[in-house]
């Protein structure tokens, strides 16, 4: 078996180059168990069930199902507690959007095909 890298800071900064030049403030990477999507964890090391914002800053901020475990693993700027943001992942991402960009920004979603058995 392979060993999981990361995204490096370069890698990292090269993905903000291209949000700011298609003008887009933050992109959000959703990983369920409806719909798995690894690039959760190569930008952030957190392995799954959590939304990532990435700010085309570079700031990464990971809300997570498990905050205690991604406190451990994850390599992020911020960990939110949804819990203390609403209790729910899109109350806790409406409420980190607004903190970090105010009212009016462009977010992009990560667009994959969900899992269904």
């Not at 990983?31 to 959760?40: G, H, N, P, V, W």
């Not at 700010?55 to 990464?60: N, P, Q, V, Y």
């Not at 992942?89 to 960009?101: F, I, P, Q, R």
């Amino acid at each position: 078996m392979k060993k999981f890298v990361p995204a490096t800071k370069e890698k990292l900064m090269m993905f903000c180059d291209h949000l700011k030049s298609k003008n887009i403030d933050a992109y959000l990477i959703n990983d369920f168990e409806s719909k798995r999507d690894s690039s959760l964890r190569y930008f952030s090391g957190h392995p799954e069930d959590a939304m990532l914002l990435i700010l085309s800053s570079g700031k990464r901020i990971l809300i997570p199902w498990d905050v205690i475990m991604a406190s451990k693993v994850s390599q992020v700027e911020e960990i939110v507690d949804l819990n203390k943001k609403g209790g729910s992942y899109y109350s806790a991402l409406s409420s980190v959007l607004k903190e970090n960009l105010g009212d009016s920004f462009t977010l992009e979603l990560q667009s994959s095909v969900g899992y269904f058995e």
